[in-house]
């Protein structure tokens, strides 16, 4: 059973920085894709980032030149370094992975940005 941790949240001011961490448990951690998605107040979960097994990230729009996925196989983790942050950025930040199609989900780490 793949078990996802997330951590690194907190609150912050705008402009500025976090990194959230993701460990994973259960799965040959380096054959997997990673994901980060995100869930505001009322709003759906929307995706963020995501890094393949062979280390290429991609991102949404509204992230991209802001925030840096990366990862190590070596710790079975995940990153998601966020800088200049904003008010906008507030969500609960989720780690996912598929296998077997199957999605798991962390319990996820809240991030608030304050203005």
């Known amino acids: 059973q793949i078990q996802l941790v997330e951590s690194g949240g907190g609150l912050v001011q705008a402009g500025g920085s976090l990194r959230l961490s993701c460990v994973a448990s259960?799965?040959?951690?380096?054959?997997?894709?990673m994901g980060w998605y995100r869930q505001a107040p009322g709003k759906q979960r929307e995706y963020v980032a995501h890094i393949t097994s062979g280390g290429s990230p991609n991102y949404a729009d509204s992230v991209k030149g802001r925030c840096t996925i990366s990862r190590d196989n070596a710790q079975n983790t995940v990153y998601l370094q966020m800088n200049t942050l904003k008010p906008e950025d507030t969500a609960v930040y989720y780690c996912?992975?598929?296998?077997?199609?199957?999605?798991?989900w962390g319990q996820g780490t809240q991030v608030t940005v304050s203005s």
């Open positions: 996912n992975t598929v296998s077997g199609y199957k999605d798991y």
């Open positions: 259960g799965t040959r951690f380096n054959i997997n894709a």
